[in-house]
C-alpha cells in the first residue's frame, strides 16, 4: 500500500506539470480553434529560459537564496516565453487567421520544428543538468514527499484558481468567452478581437513557462527535444479532460500522470505512453467531448 501511494504522488506531481502546459493548449483551442503544436516547444523554451537564469544568477550571485532564486527564474521566464508566444502568434497565425483550416496546423507544426532547431543550435544537442535547487524531503507514514513535489502541486492549484478567475470574473475573461463564442459578433460588439487572442497566447506561455521552470527543478535537467513528448501527452490531457474547460486540463494531465506512474510501477516501463493513449481512446469513444467538455452546439 505505501508503495501504491508512492506512485500516486509521483504521478500526482507529473500530472500537474502536463496541466499546466494543457491549459494553454485548451484555451488557444477554445478561442480560435486552432492546435497550436508549437505549445510543447514553448514549454521547453520555459526550461531553457529558467536555466539560463539560473547560470547568470549563480556567477553573479553565488549565494542567492534558492526561494528568491526559483521565483526570478520563474518570473522571466514566463516574460520571456510571452514575449516569444505573442511574436509567434503576430508573425505566424495571424496572417493566416482566416485561411483554410490547415494552414495554421501546418504552421504550428513548422514553428514546433523551428523552435526545437533554434535551440539545437544555440544551445547544443546534450542535456543541460543543474544542482538540485530543492533537496528536502519529508517521511509521511512511510511515504517520501519531497519538498518539490509540494512546490509544483502548490503552484499548479494556484495557478489554476487564478486563470479559472480572470476567465470567468474579470473583463477580460468575458472578452475571452464572446470571443469563443463567436468572433465576428464579438467585434461587432467593440471587443478587440486580435488583442484578446494575443492576450490569451501569452497567458499560455506564461503557465507553460512555469511549467518549464517547475521541469527542470524536478527532474534537474533539459535538452531541446522535451518539447514534443511532454507537449503531445499535454495536448492528449486537454483533450481527455475535455478541450475548452481549464479544469478539465488540469484532471486531464493528473489522470496521464497517474496512469504513466502505476503503469510504470506495475507493468513494462516501455508501454505507459501506450496505456495513457488507450485511456484516452477509451474514455473518448464513451465521452467523446472528456470528461469536462461540453458538447459542440452547430449553428445553423
Known amino acids: 500500500m505505501e508503495y501504491f501511494i508512492q506512485q500516486l504522488v509521483n504521478g500526482l506531481t507529473l500530472g500537474s506539470i502536463y ?21 510543447g516547444d514553448i514549454f521547453m523554451l520555459g526550461g531553457f529560459a529558467a536555466l539560463i537564469v539560473f547560470l547568470l544568477l549563480t556567477s553573479f550571485f553565488a549565494g542567492i537564496p534558492v526561494a528568491l532564486a526559483l521565483l526570478i527564474m520563474m518570473v522571466v521566464a514566463m516574460l520571456m516565453v510571452s514575449l516569444w508566444n505573442w511574436t509567434i502568434e503576430r508573425v505566424a497565425y495571424r ?39 530543492v533537496t528536502s524531503v519529508y517521511d509521511v507514514f512511510g511515504i517520501s514527499i519531497s519538498l518539490k513535489q509540494l512546490l509544483i ?8 484558481t487564478a486563470f ?16 469563443e463564442q463567436d468572433r465576428k ?8 478581437v486580435d488583442r484578446t487572442i494575443s492576450v490569451t497566447f501569452i497567458m499560455g506561455a506564461a503557465l507553460a513557462a512555469v ?13 531541446f527535444t522535451d518539447g514534443f513528448v511532454p507537449g503531445v501527452k499535454a495536448f492528449t490531457a ?8 481549464l479544469p478539465g486540463a488540469v484532471i486531464g494531465g493528473i489522470l496521464i500522470g497517474l496512469i504513466e506512474s502505476l503503469w510504470s510501477a506495475y507493468f513494462s516501463i516501455d508501454y505507459k505512453d501506450v496505456a495513457a493513449f488507450s ?15 461540453r458538447p459542440e452546439v452547430e449553428k445553423v
Open 153 to 160: 502541486v502548490v503552484i499548479t492549484a494556484v495557478l489554476l
Open 19 to 39: 496541466g499546466l502546459i494543457a491549459i494553454g493548449y485548451t484555451m488557444v483551442y477554445g478561442i480560435i480553434g486552432m492546435v497550436n503544436f508549437a505549445h
Open 211 to 223: 511549467a518549464g521552470t517547475m521541469y527542470l527543478m524536478y527532474y534537474g535537467v533539459v535538452v
Open 279 to 293: 485511456i484516452l481512446a477509451i474514455v473518448l469513444i464513451f465521452k467523446p467531448s472528456g470528461i469536462l467538455g
Open 164 to 179: 479559472w478567475y480572470i476567465v470567468n470574473h474579470t473583463p477580460l475573461g468575458r472578452a475571452q468567452r464572446a470571443t
Open 185 to 192: 459578433m464579438a467585434a461587432l460588439l467593440g471587443i478587440d
Open 238 to 245: 486537454a483533450v481527455l479532460g475535455g478541450i475548452g474547460s
Open 95 to 133: 496572417p493566416l487567421r482566416g485561411s483554410f483550416r490547415l494552414a495554421p496546423l501546418i504552421t504550428a507544426i513548422g514553428m514546433s520544428i523551428a523552435l526545437s532547431n533554434f535551440i539545437q543550435v544555440t544551445q547544443g544537442p546534450r542535456n543541460k543538468p543543474i544542482p538540485p535547487l
